[in-house]
């Protein structure tokens, strides 16, 4: 046999690669049809909706430092979302009593209303648009990729 024959394989890392770039492509593809989706529906942002739903997950409250850390954004980011949401009636702050330097921030019940509209909405957006894989896909790669985060967060 020649060397024209036989096609060298490819290393392991190009597999990965290019799984990287599809989670790439298809993360700003369906992020890019939420923010347009978001705007025309309910004229707000998708990080308005991140930042409400974080606070919808934690009906108490949450201090602005622990929402900045939860959503890998910079508390400058956080402050100013929350600024136009405290406007809108969405979102309240409230000062910590140990601490009035702190302040907590919680959805409103007229932002707990909206978000859930707006949350019922993005999951059938997203149902849409992973129509073609099944639920047990879903749920594997879902796990695959939680699996990877914790391997990650650990230095591994």
């Known amino acids: 046999m020649t060397a024209a024959v036989i096609a060298p394989q490819q290393p392991k890392e190009h597999e990965r690669l290019r799984l990287w770039i599809r989670i ?79 302040s907590i921030v919680s959805l409103t019940p007229s932002g707990t209303a909206v978000f859930r509209k707006m949350a019922a909405q993005h999951e059938r957006w997203i149902d849409s648009y992973l129509a073609g894989i099944g639920e047990d896909d879903a749920r594997h790669l879902a796990n695959m990729l939680k699996s990877f985060r914790s391997e990650w967060e650990r230095g591994a």
């Open 24 to 102: 790439l492509r298809v993360q700003r593809l369906i992020e890019g049809q939420l923010r347009e989706r978001l705007k025309a529906e309910f004229d707000t942002t998708l990080p308005r909706f991140d930042v409400m739903a974080a606070l919808y997950r934690q009906p108490e409250g949450m201090l602005m430092s622990d929402l900045s850390r939860y959503l890998l954004v910079s508390n400058g980011n956080v402050t100013g979302i929350v600024d136009r949401l405290v406007t809108d009636g969405h979102v309240m702050r409230a000062q910590r009593e140990s601490d009035r330097r702190a």
